[in-house]
Each structure stands twice: as C-alpha cells, then as structure tokens.
C-alpha cells in the first residue's frame, strides 16, 4: 500500500506547490448546521475529507465549493496496466484526496468566505491559504472535479489535470454521485471489490474507459 500511494502521488507532485503539516481531525460531521449569520470564518482548520475542513473554534465545517471528491471509503482502480493477465490495483482515492487537502492547509490560517449550504446543512464556502484558493488548488492536482457551477477557470484546470492524467485522472474511478446513491457500505472497512462491482455496472463515466465493464455507461464525460 505505501508504494501505492507513492505511485499515486508522482504524476500530481508536479501540479502543485503544497504547503507541508497539518493534523488529524478528532471529528465527524453528519448534518453541521448552518449558522446563516455567519459569512466568514478564519483560523487553524483540520481534514475531515477532501473537500471539508473542521474549524475547532468555532464548532462549525465547511465544505469546499465548486468541487467533488472521492468520499473517504471510496476506491478506484489503476488505469495502466503490466500485462495481459495483470490485475487491477485498487487506489484510495478519498484518503488521498484528504492527504492533498492537509497538505494544501498544513498549519496555515484559512480563511473562508461562506456562500450558503448544502443540503445536509454543512456550509458550503470559497476558502483560501495565504491567498491560494484550496478548491482550486485540489482540481488542479486532479484529486477533485469540478462541478456544474464552477468558475471557468476551475474547468480549464481540470481539463489540464485530465489531459496529464493527474490523480484520479490517472483510474478507474465512479463518479461520487453515482457512488453515494449505490454504496451500500459506506464503512472505511469497504472492500476495493466492490468499487471494482460498482465500476463494472456504472451508468455515467469520467474516468478512462473501464475495460473491465459487462456493459457500457449511459453517459460519457470524456
């Protein structure tokens, strides 16, 4: 698993210029809800996932907005194969968008500015380090796609980080969507097969072909 992730960071490192530190967050959020007096938040922040953060101090997390990312039990599948008979290597893709994400923060102030919330009543909100906007910076890297009201400019860097098969770009990976309607198991104890069983009979597709499939998708984003 160690030279999994090692494989799996290499083709991002090269997108990004990240911040280092960060801890882990002693929390879980389930419905947080939303202060609608509250349009700015500032301070140290932990990881909850890939696109949430956890301000301690004030007792209330944002997620990041525009973007989507592997949910923490998520797994994906390495695109390149070794061989003809070669079997898929399954990849953590929410753990690693997590990982971007802490390193993007580290022990850095973050500020941000909240635009409303989603539907599970957890802020939703454009945050920044030292001027770097996070969301961005995790499309950037391919550890996150953009969504349908994104800024123009978040869809030019996915098409970049796509294009250079960055992160996630670079699996088999369903999207989160699709995934949290289907995931009956929603455990960190998830198995990789069955993400691998889900792929395999997905109704919309945005990452490389999944050769493996018993049929094709409804839908193709690439």
Not at 2 to 23: N, P
Not at 36 to 45: D, F, K, L, M
Not at 120 to 127: A, I, L, S, T, Y
Not at 150 to 172: D, E, I, N, V
Request: charged share 20%; hydrophobic share 40%; proline share 6%.
């Amino acid at each position: 698993m160690v030279a999994l992730l090692v494989i799996a960071f290499t083709g991002a490192s090269h997108a990004a210029d990240l911040l280092q530190g960060g801890r882990e967050p002693s929390v879980g959020i389930g419905s947080v809800p939303y202060r609608g007096h509250v349009t700015e938040i500032s301070g140290r922040a932990t990881i909850v996932d890939g696109h949430t953060l956890w301000f301690p101090q004030n007792g209330l997390a944002v997620r990041l907005a525009s973007i989507d990312t592997c949910e923490l039990p998520q797994w994906s599948y390495d695109a390149r194969r070794h061989g003809e008979n070669a079997i898929l290597k399954p990849v953590p893709c929410g753990p690693l968008a997590k990982a971007w994400l802490k390193r993007s923060v580290g022990p850095a102030r973050v500020n941000c500015v909240v635009q409303g919330n989603d539907g599970d009543g957890v802020p939703r909100g454009r945050c920044t380090v030292n001027g770097r906007d996070l969301a961005l910076e995790m499309v950037r890297v391919g550890w996150a796609r953009a969504t349908g009201q994104a800024p123009a400019h978040y869809l030019a860097w996915q098409k970049h980080a796509m294009s250079a098969r960055y992160g996630m770009w670079a699996t088999y990976v369903l999207d989160m969507d699709e995934w949290r309607a289907k995931a009956a198991d929603r455990t960190l104890s998830r198995q990789p097969i069955a993400d691998f069983n889900l792929l395999a009979e997905r109704g919309l597709e945005i990452s490389p072909p999944f050769q493996d499939a018993r049929r094709h998708p409804r839908r193709t984003d690439r």
